[in-house]
């Protein structure tokens, strides 16, 4: 059973920062896409930032010069250095693994609340 525990979230102040991080476990299989998502009250789930196959990364355009996406392969961990934050980066915060060869399966965490205060 694949489980992901998100850690790191809280309130911060705009300008200041946080680090989330998500620890896998239970991964019997390739992990093909690792990495974050957010929902903010009343939208949709957006990308935040992942890690493709292959190694590439993916960040949303308007977050790639103060977000920042890195991982430990040997622990499955994915980590999101957030920095110059601003009010309008309150949101609820998702990890996310996709894992397996000819049967891939989406996997979420359970949320982290980012507040940021003005």
């Known amino acids: 059973q694949v489980q992901l525990v998100e850690s790191g979230g809280g309130l911060v102040q705009a300008g200041g920062s946080l680090r989330l991080s998500c620890a896998a476990s239970g991964i019997m299989h390739s992990v093909n896409v690792m990495g974050w998502y957010r929902q903010a009250p009343g939208k949709q789930r957006e990308l935040v930032a992942v890690?493709?196959?292959?190694?590439?990364?993916n960040y949303a355009d308007s977050l790639k010069d103060r977000f920042t996406i890195s991982r430990n392969n040997a622990k499955n961990t994915v980590y999101l250095q957030m920095t110059s934050l601003k009010p309008e980066d309150t949101a609820v915060y998702y990890c996310?693994?996709?894992?397996?060869?000819?049967?891939?399966?989406?996997?979420w965490g359970q949320g982290t609340q980012v507040t940021v205060s003005s």
């Open positions: 996310y693994f996709n894992v397996g060869n000819w049967r891939k399966t989406d996997y």
């Open positions: 890690f493709t196959s292959g190694g590439r990364t």
